[in-house]
């Protein structure tokens, strides 16, 4: 059974700061690997989507990277501002099904 | 330019009261989901479609079932609420094997159960 994990739980940071969030699956066989940002009370808005045999993809100040074989995913976000927080989660595609099986996410807050 | 739209935004109901939240999408995605999130929690799958193929998750209770008249509208009816029904309800649609993997949510209905 797929086990999806992101770690740090909650990450606080001060404005202009590079950082790291990162993602763990236990089944290698995904079919792919999306991040998303979930604002409070709010739907989720897709950031990234990372097939299974891509290593990396990137959208502005973000990047995704993949190494299946070691289940894990990083996101990369560069030059923090206050409007990047938020919580982020991940999420992955099995090849058998359409489904997806999300982490807890990582709640972000970007300080002033 | 809203693409998946859910409706209400926030809903009240009285426990064992049905209620019924609506999904409908601009995207002509043939496949639609519905997901339950808990506070602080990850969203879980409650069923998806297929176009019109219906498939539940081993552990979606009985008491959520789903309609998709058409491409564009599903439906979540919760036939007797309970409290523990009380969370986040995301719709979400994607196109897989066109290009279209990714998949995109709505702005999520809340659900309270008095």
């Known amino acids: 059974k797929q086990e999806v994990t992101q770690i740090p739980a909650a990450l606080s940071v001060p404005e202009g700061e590079n950082l790291v969030l990162n993602c763990s699956f236990t089944?290698?066989?995904?079919?792919?690997l999306q991040w998303f940002r979930q604002d409070p009370g709010k739907g989720l808005t897709s950031l990234l989507l990372i097939q299974s045999s891509q290593r990396e993809q990137t959208s502005g100040r973000l990047n995704a990277s993949l190494d299946k074989s070691s289940g894990r995913s990083t996101l990369y976000i560069a030059a923090s501002q206050p409007g990047d927080s938020a919580t982020y989660l991940c999420?992955?595609?099995?090849?058998?099904?359409?489904?997806?099986?999300f982490g807890s996410g990582t709640r972000l807050l970007v300080r002033p | 330019d809203a693409m998946v739209i859910q409706n209400p935004r926030y809903q009240v109901t009285q426990f064992g009261k049905p209620v019924t939240l609506s999904c409908s999408q601009t995207?002509?995605?043939?496949?639609m989901y519905w997901y339950q999130q808990k506070s602080s929690q990850a969203p879980k799958l409650l069923f998806h479609y297929y176009d019109k193929d219906f498939n539940n998750e081993a552990d979606t209770p009985d008491n959520f079932q789903s309609r998709r008249p058409n491409t564009s509208f599903c439906f979540l009816d919760i036939r007797s609420p309970g409290l523990g029904d009380a969370a986040m309800y995301l719709c979400a649609t994607s196109r897989p094997g066109l290009g279209q993997e990714t998949q995109y949510f709505g702005p999520g209905t809340r659900l309270l159960v008095l």
């Open positions: 999420a992955v595609r099995m090849d058998s099904s359409y489904k997806l099986i």
């Open positions: 089944d290698s066989a995904i079919y792919n």
């Open positions: 995207l002509n995605h043939n496949v």
